[in-house]
């Protein structure tokens, strides 16, 4: 340090708090700006005493609020519904509730830091050291002892008149303060020990880069295993705290909830299926289309997993299983089988409601309505021409009668396709509406969508609406309704041929 040194301002010292604040509100008055008061503990009444304003603070983390929780809408929106889009179970791509949590702390995140951060920048911090802390007796301001500074910064600062101010108000000591010729910067070892950090920083996103666009032949690290390697049993898998050695327990015969005993006794068919231990052969209420739609709703919801969307079996869920290999997995029934299709409609709602064979029990999942909509479903789903499309789907004609001989390969392909891949449970062909959209007259028709604006049902309309049922969405009808089964890139060219017959 040499012995040359300028002055950093003028410390007087006081011991009362309102001799404090008698003096800072005469310094305000004076007219300095670049000056502050320090004090034990907080004091009441000093901001105004100083004439501090009202700080801006809060509205910089008021914006960085804002844009937090608008960025974490619009991330998860395009994540979500626009650049990954995943249909489960039939819920929507995009719903507000369940994206409010990472809003929230999104919201959290951008205003803590900006306060944090901004905070620091406007009280010209870090800084390594203050001249203050050079002076002897201002150790005493974390004590018993009240101060007030004025830097030699301030634009009207004048040693005399400060000197004699402070005199004025009272002070009982006053000091001048003295600059050391030190660097305010942190010392060379502190700088060298953070470069070395921040670049030791680099090291693990070079990690995620690399994870991120390179191939691995081995899973990836669990950080938190938890939610991956659970101590619990899975569908199917054997255990040996029960005599049967299954880990899912069946529901006990010939009981149900309580407080639906008088309603079972009332309408024993209704609540069982049965009635004098007979199945019923006909489902216990009118088959309409909204029961039809609600029973596709469940039944993609509940059953699909497993079952398939067309009901062959072939879900996911299967062929997860079959994908790991996984030793005693028992396929899905295929529900279009011969014997599945002849029981009567009393018997699939009691495999239903109890479960059959290793297929738990949906009675607690689903109300009993909802099973014999299921029920309703799977007879659309399963051979309707010949369960009896007149009964089912009111006027819809069956497919052997819905139009003449196709003289065109490609066209009667496909109207082998439509009933296949149960186009027909859904679709009629002579201008009906049934869950959706009669194919009479679909193609070349106008086409108005949700978003306002239209499109001519033309081949690349009908290829894209076979691909993507979401990617528009026509006027009345609701997202996610259309659930297409496996088809092949030939089998679509077909149906899109047999639709386009069938213009008007």
């Known amino acids: 340090m040499s012995d040359s040194k300028k002055q950093f301002g003028v410390l007087a010292e006081y011991e009362t708090v309102d001799e404090i604040l008698s003096a800072a509100a005469k310094v305000r008055d004076a007219g300095y700006t670049k000056w502050d008061c320090y004090t034990p503990m907080p004091v009441h009444g000093l901001d105004d005493a100083m004439g501090v304003k009202q700080t801006r603070l809060p509205w910089f983390t008021l914006c960085a609020g804002l844009t937090g929780a608008s960025l974490g809408l619009l991330m998860q929106w395009w994540m ?25 702390e999104l919201t959290i ?32 301001a974390t004590d018993d002892r009240f101060f007030i500074a004025i830097e030699t910064a301030d634009p009207i600062f004048n040693a005399a008149s400060a000197e004699s101010l402070l005199k004025e108000t009272g002070a009982h000591a006053i000091e001048a303060v003295e600059d050391p010729d030190e660097s305010a910067a942190p010392p060379t070892w ?27 032949d081995q899973p990836r690290i669990h950080l938190v295993p938890d939610m991956d390697f659970q101590e619990k049993y899975k569908a199917q898998n054997p255990s040996p705290l029960f005599e049967d050695g299954r880990a899912a327990r069946p529901q006990l015969a010939g009981t149900f909830a309580m407080e639906d005993d008088h309603l079972v006794l009332e309408d024993p068919g209704y609540y069982t299926g049965k009635v004098d231990g007979e199945y019923l052969t006909e489902i216990p209420m009118p088959v309409t289309r909204e029961l039809l739609e609600r029973g596709r709703e469940r039944f993609m919801i509940n059953c699909a997993a497993c079952h398939g969307y067309d009901g062959s079996g072939n879900g996911t869920v299967h062929k997860r299983a079959l994908s790991l290999q996984t030793a005693g997995w028992i396929p899905p029934s295929n529900l279009h089988q011969a014997y599945i299709a002849a029981q009567p409609k009393g018997q699939q709602f009691e495999s239903i409601s109890d479960g059959i064979r290793n297929m738990p029990g949906y009675k607690a999942a689903i109300t009993t309505e909802d099973r014999w909509a299921i029920v309703a479903y799977l007879e659309a789903l399963q051979g309707i021409e010949e369960a009896g499309a007149q009964q089912l789907w009111g006027a819809a004609p069956a497919v052997e009668d819905a139009g003449p001989v196709d003289s065109d390969p490609l066209v009667a392909k496909g109207r ?62 609701t997202p996610g309704l259309m659930v297409i089964p496996p088809i092949t890139d030939e089998e679509r060219e077909a149906l899109v041929a047999f639709i386009m017959s069938l213009k008007q």
């Open 80 to 104: 979500n519904a626009v650049d990954y889009p995943f249909l489960t179970s039939g819920k929507p791509q995009w719903s507000l509730p369940a994206n409010i949590p990472v809003i929230f």
């Open 416 to 477: 082998e396709l439509y009933t296949s891949k149960t186009c027909i449970a859904c679709h009629s062909l002579d201008g009906t509406k049934l869950v959706s959209g009669s194919f009479l007259g679909l193609a070349g028709s106008e086409r108005k969508f949700t978003d306002g604006t239209t499109a001519i049902a033309d081949e690349a309309y009908l290829n894209e609406s076979i691909t993507n049922p979401n990617a528009k969405i026509v006027e009345g009808y």
């Open 190 to 216: 502190f700088r060298h020990a953070l470069m070395i950090a921040g670049t030791g920083l680099i090291i693990p996103l070079m990690i995620i880069a690399y994870a991120r666009f390179s191939t691995q």
């Open 109 to 140: 995140l951008f205003s803590a830091l900006t306060t944090f951060f901004t905070m620091w920048i406007m009280n010209n911090l870090p800084r390594w050291f203050s001249p203050l802390a050079r002076v002897e007796r201002f150790a005493r």
